[in-house]
Nanobody, 120 residues
Framework: QLQASGGGLVQPGESLRLSCAAS????????IGWFRQAPGKEREGVSC????????YYADSVKGRFTISRDNAKNTVYLQMNSLKPEDTAVYYC???????????????WGQGTLVTVSS
C-alpha cells in the first residue's frame, strides 16, 4: 500500500514537500512516479525515479522547480516542490512500478492522492 501526504494550500512562490510512504513492500525495489490530476484534466506525469541508480526524470513544466528523492531507510519517496505556481494545483499521486516512466499503465501500485492548491 502506498500513502501520499504533504499536500496543502500555499501561495504562489512557496514550497511543499510531498511524501510517498509504502507499507507491506520495499520501495527501493521499485521505480516511483509522481503524477497529478487537475480538475477537468487527465492525469499527467510529473516526475519519476528509477529503482537501481536513482535516475530522475521531470516533466518540462516542473523541471528546475521540483526534485524527487528517496530515503530507503524510511521507505519513502519525496517530491520537493519549490516556486509553486497556480497551474501546479492538482491532486498528486505516487505510484510504484518496475521502470521509470510517465506512462500510467506501467505502474502497479497507486497511492490515494494528496491535494495541492496554489492560490493567493
Amino acid at each position: 500500500q502506498l500513502q501520499a501526504s504533504g499536500g496543502g494550500l500555499v501561495q504562489p512562490g512557496e514550497s511543499l514537500r510531498l511524501s510517498c510512504a509504502a507499507s507491506g513492500f520495499t520501495l527501493d525495489y521499485y521505480a516511483i512516479g509522481w503524477f497529478r490530476q487537475a480538475p477537468g484534466k487527465e492525469r499527467e506525469g510529473v516526475s519519476c525515479i528509477s529503482s537501481t541508480y536513482d535516475d530522475t526524470y521531470y516533466a518540462d513544466s516542473v523541471k528546475g522547480r521540483f526534485t524527487i528523492s528517496r530515503d530507503n531507510a524510511k521507505n519513502t519517496v519525496y517530491l520537493q516542490m519549490n516556486s509553486l505556481k497556480p497551474e501546479d494545483t492538482a491532486v498528486y499521486y505516487c505510484a510504484a512500478g518496475f521502470a521509470p516512466s510517465f506512462n500510467l499503465t506501467l505502474y502497479d501500485y497507486w497511492g490515494q492522492g494528496t491535494l495541492v492548491t496554489v492560490s493567493s
